[in-house]
């Protein structure tokens, strides 16, 4: 079985960095890992429970998951794993968390777990399969920080507005049913 903890510094704020990741609408401008993600009955972003279908972008368009959230709770922790069975992965699951690391800076922490098969190739099968997870896992968070670096004060004015939207909508609802 494969377990790695691998640690990136994002240059924007947790809450920032885990929004571009979670929320479908930004997730597609940056992220080079997948072609296509859609989180179950169109919501914009997970929730505990919710499953995502993920096809795989480039070399790995062929690879399709479905993964259930198993935590979530924005701006710190998610954590998903897989649901089925997607060749060469048997189990799958991985968590993200972000701290703090100064300002306008975090941390991302991507643990993840991987098992492979056909178990009589597993011997030849994880090997590979984990040298090409952590380089494209690499390669995906290098891409995340990118886009950050460029479209962090984006991210941050949307957030604002989804904030601003909120307390009106709450605002309208508590006029509405004293």
């Given at each position: 079985m494969?377990h790695?903890?691998?640690?990136?510094?994002?240059p924007?704020?947790?809450?920032?960095?885990?929004?571009?990741f979670?929320?479908?609408?930004?997730?597609a401008?940056?992220?080079?890992l997948?072609?296509?993600t859609?989180v179950q009955?169109?919501?914009p972003?997970?929730?505990?429970?919710?499953?995502?279908?993920n096809?795989?972008a480039?070399?790995?368009?062929?690879?399709?998951m479905?993964?259930?959230?198993?935590s979530?709770h924005?701006?710190?922790?998610?954590?998903?794993?897989?649901?089925?069975?997607?060749?060469?992965?048997?189990?799958?699951?991985?968590?993200?968390?972000h701290q703090?690391?100064?300002?306008d800076?975090?941390?991302?922490?991507?643990?993840y777990t991987?098992?492979?098969?056909?178990a009589?190739?597993r011997?030849?099968?994880?090997?590979?399969?984990?040298?090409?997870?952590?380089?494209?896992?690499?390669?995906r968070?290098?891409?995340?920080?990118?886009?950050?670096?460029?479209?962090?004060?984006?991210?941050?004015?949307w957030?604002?507005?989804?904030?601003?939207?909120?307390?009106?909508?709450?605002?309208?609802q508590?006029?509405?049913?004293?």
């Open positions: 494969a790695q903890k691998l640690i990136f510094s994002m924007a704020r947790a809450d920032l960095a885990f929004d571009a979670h929320y479908q609408h930004w997730r401008q940056w992220d080079s997948v072609s296509r859609q009955h169109g919501a972003c997970p929730s505990v429970g919710t499953i995502s279908e096809t795989g480039g070399a790995l368009r062929a690879l399709y479905r993964t259930q959230f198993v979530y924005r701006p710190t922790l998610a954590a998903a794993k897989m649901i089925g069975r997607s060749f060469p992965f048997t189990q799958w699951a991985a968590s993200m968390r703090p690391d100064g300002p800076r975090s941390l991302l922490i991507y643990t991987f098992d492979v098969g056909p009589w190739l011997w030849i099968l994880e090997p590979l399969v984990r040298w090409v997870f952590e380089r494209k896992t690499r390669q968070f290098a891409r995340l920080a990118q886009f950050l670096a460029v479209r962090a004060p984006e991210i941050a004015a957030q604002r507005q989804q904030s601003t939207q909120a307390v009106a909508s709450n605002a309208t508590t006029a509405h049913h004293p």
